[in-house]
């Protein structure tokens, strides 16, 4: 029975994620599902990626299970930005996204960052309407991840290796990461980053414009 009611979650939810889907091919909009364990740098990467001068209109929804300290980050750099207390829940869905659409001028907008609660688990379970996922990784986790948390490395079309500036002064096997990363999702597209230095930035930027570029040249 147990089964049989997650199931029917998932397909409720997926149905709002349509809708939402719905609403940002409706406005024009790339969006992509930010997602990665606590502390890995979601907001950091975010907060570097609207520093650079990409030339896209950037929005924001900010997922937390309290608080409100990634959306003042992000208005500071003045980024269209709602905050989502999920009040408890260890992931975002998509009813919780639909909730808040009308509170963001999607037609506005190039670009929109989902950053979803940190957690490596649920949050590749529940679509929210996006265009891609997008996956964290700090090195300082550990090069065990892909191979105890392979959904979200399966679901991701790319994977950003943050805090790359630490390396020297770690045991982690970067090459493993992105072996069993790869091994799990050929596709993917690894992206090895640091946001303190800046390093890896450039080629972050380029690809996410080359996203939205081909989102406008192929509208659904
Ligand atoms: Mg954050
Ligand atoms: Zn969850």
């Known amino acids: 029975m147990k089964v049989k009611v997650a199931t029917k979650i998932l397909e409720a939810n997926d149905r709002i994620a349509l809708e939402n889907r719905r609403l940002f091919d409706k406005a024009g909009l790339f969006v992509i599902n930010l997602m990665s364990a606590p502390g890995a740098g979601k907001t950091s ?20 299970i309290a608080g409100s300290d990634d959306a003042e980050r992000m208005e500071k750099l003045c980024a269209p930005v ?47 309407g996006e265009d891609i996922k997008v996956m964290l990784l700090s090195i300082t986790e550990g090069h065990d991840k892909p191979l105890k948390y392979p959904l979200m490395f399966q679901k991701s079309s790319a994977l950003i290796l943050n805090k790359m500036d630490l390396a020297p002064y770690l045991e982690v096997d970067i090459d493993k990461i992105k072996r069993d990363s790869l091994s799990l999702n050929p596709h993917l597209k690894i992206f090895e980053v ?19 570029g081909n989102e406008r040249k192929n509208p659904l």
Do not use: R
């Not at 829940?89 to 009813?95: E, G, I, K, M, V």
């Not at 640091?194 to 939205?212: F, H, L, Q, R």
């Open 45 to 64: 990467i975010l907060e570097k990626t609207l520093l650079q001068n990409s030339g896209l209109k950037i929005g924001v929804i900010e997922g937390d």
């Open 194 to 212: 640091s946001c303190k230095t800046g390093d890896g930035m450039p080629e972050w930027i380029e690809w996410i414009k080359n996203k939205v």
């Open 82 to 128: 709602v905050q989502i207390n999920t009040g408890g829940a260890c992931h975002l869905d998509a009813n919780m996204i639909y909730e808040v659409l009308n509170d963001l001028p999607l037609n506005e907008l190039d670009l929109l960052f989902i950053e979803n609660v940190g957690n490596l688990v649920c949050p590749a379970e529940f679509k929210v």
